[in-house]
C-alpha cells in the first residue's frame, strides 16, 4: 500500500478518506489475485485506489474504487484499445505511429488543457463497467466497493438514473460518498474525528 494517487480527485478525497481508516492503495495483493481478465481472454492488472487500514470481511481489508463520472460500456481491454486508439489518432489529425495504451491516454487527459478528458472517461478501461464486474466477481462483493460523489449517485439527468439501475441489476456494489463514514461505522472501523 502507498501514497500515489492516479488521479486529481483521489488526492483530493484522500484527507477524508484518512479519516475512516482509509488509505492510498495501489494492489489487492498479497490479500486477492492482481490479474484479471477480460471477455476475451485479455489479463490485466487491475489497482484499487484505497484501502481499509483495518481487516474487513475474510479478515482482508476492503478495497475502494472511487470513480468521479459515470462507468463506460467497453466491454473488454481491446475495445478500449481500439477507442482510444481513435481518439487519440481523432485528436492529432493523422494516424499516429504504433503507441501504448497509456501513452495514448496520457496524451489524451493531459492534451489541450484537459479539454479531451471525456475521451478517456467515455473509452478507459479503467472506468469501464465491465472492469469493475469483473474485479468485484474475482474480489468478493464484501471486500470491494466502487465510490461515487453524491451528484453523481443523486443527479436526475436521465443518463444517471438509467446507469444507476443497471448497476443495481448487475449487482454492483457502490456508495455515494455521504453514506461512507456510516458504513464503515457499521462495519466496525474506529473512525476518527
Known amino acids: 500500500m502507498s501514497n500515489i494517487f492516479n488521479s486529481k480527485s483521489e488526492s483530493e478525497v484522500a484527507?477524508?478518506?484518512?479519516?475512516?481508516?482509509?488509505?492510498?492503495?495501489?494492489?489487492?495483493?498479497p490479500h486477492f489475485q492482481t490479474e484479471f481478465t477480460d471477455k476475451l481472454g485479455n489479463v490485466r492488472e487491475h489497482q484499487p485506489d484505497f484501502a481499509t487500514s483495518f481487516n474487513h470481511a475474510n479478515d482482508k481489508p476492503l478495497f475502494i474504487e472511487t470513480k468521479f463520472s459515470l462507468l463506460n460500456?467497453?466491454?473488454?481491454f481491446k475495445s478500449s484499445f481500439n477507442a482510444i486508439t481513435r481518439q487519440h489518432n481523432h485528436r492529432h489529425?493523422?494516424?499516429?505511429?504504433?503507441?501504448?495504451?497509456?501513452?495514448m491516454?496520457?496524451?489524451?487527459?493531459?492534451?489541450?488543457?484537459?479539454?479531451w478528458r471525456n475521451d478517456i472517461l467515455e473509452?478507459?478501461?479503467?472506468?469501464?463497467?465491465s472492469k469493475i464486474l469483473i474485479t468485484q466477481a474475482a474480489i468478493?462483493?464484501?471486500?470491494?466497493?466502487?465510490?461515487?460523489?453524491?451528484?453523481?449517485?443523486?443527479s436526475k439527468k436521465p443518463e444517471n438514473i438509467k446507469a444507476f439501475q443497471e448497476y443495481d441489476n448487475r449487482g454492483l456494489n457502490y456508495?455515494?460518498?455521504?453514506?461512507?463514514?456510516?458504513?464503515?461505522?457499521?462495519?466496525?472501523?474506529?473512525?476518527?474525528?
Open 123 to 129: 473509452n478507459s478501461w479503467n472506468h469501464a463497467k
Open 15 to 29: 484527507p477524508y478518506l484518512l479519516t475512516l481508516g482509509i488509505i492510498a492503495c495501489t494492489s489487492f495483493a
Open 140 to 154: 468478493g462483493s464484501e471486500n470491494y466497493l466502487v465510490v461515487f460523489p453524491d451528484h453523481i449517485v443523486n
Open 73 to 76: 460500456s467497453k466491454t473488454s
Open 175 to 193: 456508495l455515494p460518498l455521504s453514506k461512507l463514514e456510516s458504513y464503515i461505522t457499521t462495519i466496525g472501523a474506529p473512525v476518527a474525528h
Open 105 to 115: 491516454s496520457h496524451w489524451l487527459w493531459n492534451h489541450n488543457g484537459g479539454q
Open 93 to 103: 489529425n493523422y494516424q499516429a505511429p504504433s503507441r501504448s495504451y497509456a501513452d
